[in-house]
């Protein structure tokens, strides 16, 4: 049976990179072709799109700042240009800066909200047309359980994430029509250098209070992604999927 990614052309924010690079290891392996943006360290991305074609697929690594719109269209540009029209995004490009709640200044607000909800939006709407032209579209958003809950030292990353739920639930609904499917991914703590803006205080205390007792692994979260890309996951759109080892459950 042929794969639901064979010759599909996938762009991935944050690509080179911990959640990013695993999904792309992932679609390497069942035909997709990929695009993975990432923003200045090129030798990363050397080494990712080696990985990428020595499993024998097509890969290309693409510079540029999703925060601004003129970029993301050039991202998506070059993308399109190397490898087709785009038929899946994933948005994984992220920042988090904690801090406490009294010291956030406007700087790291700016930026946060910049890179996560601005270049989320950004690049879903960098590919949107060409999915409602085409018919066919699918998007994975990367928020975080801080986007449901409160953090207190995480004011500003928290609020880019809630927005990215929101964005999420918005365009799914208005683009259903269109079979463009758009669903969130919301991973609690994962091994990437992310997680090691955390101080090790605060991972003791995260892993305390995750009934399967340990943080996730970059795998189980593009596991996830890559379910809500595939047909298999074909009557969903609009939902905001956790994987947090059991830290963060939503009501039924």
């Known amino acids: 049976m042929a794969s639901d990614f064979q010759d599909k052309v996938v762009l991935i924010t944050g690509g080179t990179r911990g959640i ?3 999904l792309a290891l992932q679609l390497a392996d069942e035909g997709a072709l990929l695009a993975l943006n990432y923003m200045s360290r090129a030798a990363d991305a050397d080494q990712v799109i080696a990985e990428m074609e020595a499993r024998g697929t097509r890969a290309v690594a693409v510079a540029g700042d999703v925060s601004q719109p003129d970029a993301a269209r050039d991202i998506v540009a070059a993308a399109r240009e190397s490898l087709g029209p785009i038929d899946m995004l994933v948005t994984s490009a992220g920042i988090c800066i904690p801090g406490p709640a009294d010291d956030v200044s406007w700087e790291r607000w700016k930026t946060t909200l910049d890179i996560n909800l601005d270049g989320t939006f950004n690049m879903i709407y960098a ?3 060409e999915m409602i032209e085409r ?3 699918r998007i994975v958003t990367v928020s975080s359980i801080a986007g449901l809950r409160e953090r207190e030292n995480q004011v500003a990353y928290s609020t880019s994430k809630a927005g990215v739920i929101a964005i999420t639930r918005c365009v799914a609904q208005a683009w259903a029509r269109h079979n463009v499917r ?3 991914v919301c991973p609690g703590l994962t091994e990437t250098e992310m997680a ?3 101080s090790p205080e605060v991972h003791k205390v995260i892993l305390e209070n995750t009934p399967l007792g340990r943080i996730g692994r ?4 593009a596991n996830l992604a890559r379910f809500l890309l595939s047909e298999q996951s074909s009557y969903m759109t609009g939902q905001t999927v956790v994987a947090s080892g059991g830290r963060v459950m939503l009501p039924g």
């Open 20 to 22: 990013g690079r695993a």
């Open 127 to 129: 590919v949107k047309d």
């Open 135 to 137: 018919r066919f579209g």
């Open 182 to 184: 758009v669903n969130c």
């Open 196 to 198: 090691h803006t955390l």
């Open 218 to 221: 970059p795998e189980e979260i």
